[in-house]
């Protein structure tokens, strides 16, 4: 047979594909314009103003965030069209309070996110509502309540933020700089895992090899995820297991294998424990529910509640401590101040050793730094651990500016856009200030629908307190014993796009030991 024969056999199959994905993009363009004229010719005057189409989102995908900023701008509310509905953004603290309080019944996680979410949150907190929703939060909402809780979590982040320092002084000892993001990552990682799952991970150590692999498949996995928002084609590409949705396939694999098996170590070591001790973490309780209701509580609804916990304990903590020092060696004399205040809190004066530092920052301690917690809520306002969060419409409805929302419609708040608004913040909303949070030398909060960092409403943080003790510990500690450095005083931080605002490229600092 001609050779030319073999080798027309053996590219047919791939140019009938190759044509076959050209044909769906070029039909779904065409359709999607078809749509999106649709919109512009019969967009009425209560609608929100079109500021494009989803493909603009692809075309920005990398400065998502700012790229929202600049619509926030020019409009206050305004929409996206995608080819089976709105996406609506708002940055009007009004319209958030409706959304996330006034008319929550209305404003679920919905069908459209939790369809995009399932692979890697499944019937977590974070992806469902109803029923799910509610048990999830009852259980959660108790732990994070009891005093219990808040001792052991407490003497856990000291414990941990002490092998932090140790960690950090073991690199600082040869001048060099250190990825300050990623050992935080490692840290609040540890922490989680002890708190909420009483298993003792050591990713910080380095050692765990299957807890590295983990992580990584996590993170990455986090990023595609939030990808798939833009990207019109994911389905077809999870059908065919190709690109990014091979990847995440096989990152999920990773990720399931971890849980599961920490899952049936948690189960074993109950099993062989017993008194108070096994029920001091979160997930002993959620076990507990479990034995009580095996038929709707299996491991894999365990599984899922884990890695939404992971992604509130982990990312969030770690995210918003990466962007505070950040800012701090962008602000040294805010660094010094915070500083001071620790000092001050925590009567510290001569030297004193890692372990009796730690033992220091006791309840009363942390509550007299109001500079402090200042300062992480002013890097919260820029840089929210959440970026933005969705919701879509069970019904149609009209917004308290008046502007109508079709049943379907996706309806987004953003915190980031929000945190850099002068009309919300003043012409100095872009500026890191910490001093905008006191007055009479006391912390003030502000309106969670101004401040949404931790959402409102019904669906707010629950871990809120849990988070600020952590990162108050973490941070005193720190900055007790190094002054922090940029490698690159110049160089500007950016963020990686996904669901959490994690920094791109880490932290890269010079951590330079105080002299006492």
Request: proline letters at 3%; hydrophobic letters at 40%; a neutral charge.
């Amino acid at each position: 047979m001609d050779p030319l024969w073999f080798i027309f056999l053996a590219i047919t199959p791939l140019l009938v594909g190759f044509i076959t994905v050209f044909l769906i993009v070029i039909a779904t363009a065409i359709v999607f314009l078809f749509i999106h004229v649709k919109e512009l010719v019969t967009q009425e005057k209560d609608q929100p103003l079109i500021a494009g189409s989803i493909f603009n989102q692809l075309i920005y995908f990398n400065t998502l965030f700012d790229y929202q900023t600049y619509l926030s701008r020019k409009y206050r509310t305004y929409r996206l069209i995608a080819p089976s509905h709105s996406e609506i953004y708002t940055a009007d603290p009004v319209n958030v309070e409706y959304v996330l309080k006034t008319n929550f019944s209305n404003y679920t996680k919905g069908q459209y996110n939790y369809g995009i979410m399932k692979d890697l949150f499944g019937d977590g907190i974070f992806a469902v509502d109803g029923e799910k929703w509610r048990h999830q939060r009852k259980l959660a909402s108790y732990e994070f309540s009891t005093k219990n809780l808040r001792d052991f979590s407490s003497a856990v982040f000291r414990e941990n933020a002490a092998e932090l320092l140790v960690k950090i002084s073991e690199v600082a000892s040869f001048d060099k700089p250190v990825d300050l993001q990623d050992l935080l990552m490692k840290s609040t990682l540890d922490s989680i895992f002890k708190v909420g799952f009483g298993i003792e991970l050591n990713s910080l150590s380095g050692t765990d090899e299957f807890g590295n692999q983990f992580t990584k498949a996590f993170d990455d996995s986090n990023v595609i995820v939030f990808w798939r928002f833009v990207d019109p084609f994911w389905k077809i590409k999870r059908f065919l297991n190709i690109g990014s949705e091979a990847t995440l396939k096989r990152n999920i694999q990773i990720i399931d294998d971890f849980v599961f098996q920490a899952i049936r170590c948690k189960r074993e070591q109950m099993k062989s424990e017993k008194g108070d001790k096994v029920k001091e973490d979160i997930l002993s309780r959620f076990i507990i529910e479990s034995d009580k209701d095996p038929e709707h509580m299996t491991d894999r609804y365990l599984r899922d509640i884990i890695l939404n916990f992971i992604i509130a304990g982990k990312d969030t903590s770690a995210n918003t401590l990466t962007w505070f020092f950040y800012m701090l060696c962008k602000n040294p004399l805010i660094q010094e101040k915070i500083l001071q205040e620790v000092r001050e809190a925590t009567n510290v004066e001569d030297a004193i050793s890692i372990n009796g530092f730690a033992e220091r920052l006791t309840e009363e301690a942390l509550d007299k730094m109001q500079y402090l917690h200042a300062a992480l809520s002013e890097t919260l306002r820029l840089y929210p651990a959440v970026p933005v969060d969705g919701k879509s419409s069970e019904n149609d409805d009209i917004l308290p500016n008046g502007l109508k929302v079709k049943k379907g419609d996706g309806l987004n708040y953003m915190p980031y856009a929000m945190g850099r608004m002068t009309y919300i913040w003043g012409e100095d909303a872009e500026e890191f200030r910490p001093e905008r949070w006191i007055e009479n030398g006391k912390f003030r909060p502000e309106s969670y629908f101004k401040f949404t960092a931790f959402q409102a409403g019904p669906r707010i943080c629950l871990g809120k307190e849990f988070a600020y003790r952590q990162m108050k510990i973490l941070a005193s500690i720190l900055l007790h014993f190094f002054k922090f450095k940029l490698v690159d005083q110049k160089k500007e931080a950016m963020y990686r796009t996904m669901f959490t605002l994690h920094m791109d490229q880490g932290l890269h600092l010079f951590a330079v030991p105080r002299t006492n």
